[in-house]
């Protein structure tokens, strides 16, 4: 089916990839096509195409309102798309919406627990509600969890008492009770703070590392993205802007600027390279003895070095800088808008 590749699940001490009696043998994989969400006259998500390979952590970026958490709706057959198809797992989200669900694992922007239920008994319930009815199973399933998310010491605490963070912890350990291959993240460091939101970062970084689970991960803050995507799509009322890894979004803006770190500048060095019909623009950092060079041409490179020492200069390093990401994002953004 479109090329997707089929495996077994297996694994002893994992989290989630062990196998499962929910399902042994899934496509670990996402693919979407023309994917389309209208509410009456409002089009939420507008012809959306992407595929998540096997293993890959893929973020949807864009800001609030872009159609994010009404793509990851109808990626977990909680809503139905208006046009379009996509396949979860090898399922169908339309035609087979249980078996996605049996397979997917969602943290929603606004995770709902009970609060006046301990962390132990919150995940028990959810662990029921999904069908792990051996209590070995189950018990080992939610220490596991528990111990993973360094909420095992806080286990017996009723879930009211428990910080933001400690709360997001406890939501997506939620949505891996049963052992999804597939992992939908809405916003997972929303309203945290900066420490909170640096240990959930952490966090689903190991959880993609240790477990090589598949992450579609929706978020506003370019900071998640950049430390946790693979790829990244951005999307911008309800349409896809572009997608790529950081450095394939990077060449979409622009060309990279060349950094040299010198001894020391003087003008002279300034001028020479000013000279140079490959030199478009000349930024001077003083204070760090650091220059920043627009080329027209990349190749151009092993010249200017000769310039630089021509005139004086002692070259310490030579890097290529490519736009950051809130570089690329702003502007892409911006164009997709117009």
């Not at 139905?80 to 797992?89: C, L, R």
């Not at 900071?223 to 802007?241: F, H, Y």
Request: a neutral charge; proline letters at 4%; one cysteine or more.
């Amino acid at each position: 089916m479109n090329g997707l590749k089929r495996r077994r699940l297996r694994g002893k001490a994992s989290l989630i990839s062990e196998e499962s009696s929910l399902n042994t043998s899934v496509l670990e994989n996402i693919l979407a096509e023309g994917l389309t969400k209208q509410f009456n006259t409002f089009t939420a998500v507008d012809n959306i195409s992407f595929k998540v390979e096997e293993g890959e952590v893929f973020g949807l970026l864009g800001p609030n309102g872009a159609g994010k958490t009404t793509t990851i709706r109808m990626l977990a057959s909680l809503i139905s798309p208006s046009e379009g198809s996509a396949f979860v797992g090898g399922y169908d989200i339309t035609r087979e919406p249980l078996k996605v669900r049996e397979i997917v694992g969602v943290l929603t922007e606004n995770p709902s627990l009970y609060e006046r239920l301990t962390a132990y008994e919150n995940l028990w319930f959810f662990a029921e509600a999904y069908g792990v009815s051996d209590p070995r199973e189950r018990d080992g399933r939610i220490r596991g969890l528990l111990e993973f998310f360094d909420l095992w010491e806080r286990r017996r605490d009723k879930v009211g008492t428990f910080s933001r963070g400690m709360k997001q912890k406890l939501a997506i350990a939620r949505a891996l009770v049963h052992r999804p291959p597939i992992i939908f993240l809405d916003e997972p460091t929303a309203g945290l703070d900066p420490e909170s939101a640096k240990e959930i970062r952490d966090l689903i970084n190991r959880l993609s590392k240790q477990e090589k689970c598949t992450i579609l991960l929706c978020t506003h803050r370019l900071e998640d993205a950049e430390k946790l995507c693979n790829r990244v799509m951005i999307i911008s009322r309800g349409r896809r802007i572009a997608v790529g890894t950081l450095e394939e979004l990077a060449h979409l803006v622009g060309k990279p600027s060349l950094q040299i770190a010198l001894r020391n500048i003087d003008q002279k060095i300034i001028d020479s390279l000013k000279a140079l019909g490959q030199v478009r623009e000349v930024k001077v950092d003083t204070q760090a003895s650091r220059l920043t060079l627009s080329l027209l041409d990349e190749s151009a490179t092993p010249e200017i070095v000769r310039e630089i020492v021509y005139a004086g200069g002692m070259v310490l390093s030579v890097n290529f800088v490519y736009p950051s990401l809130e570089e690329v994002y702003l502007k892409l953004v911006k164009e997709g808008s117009a």
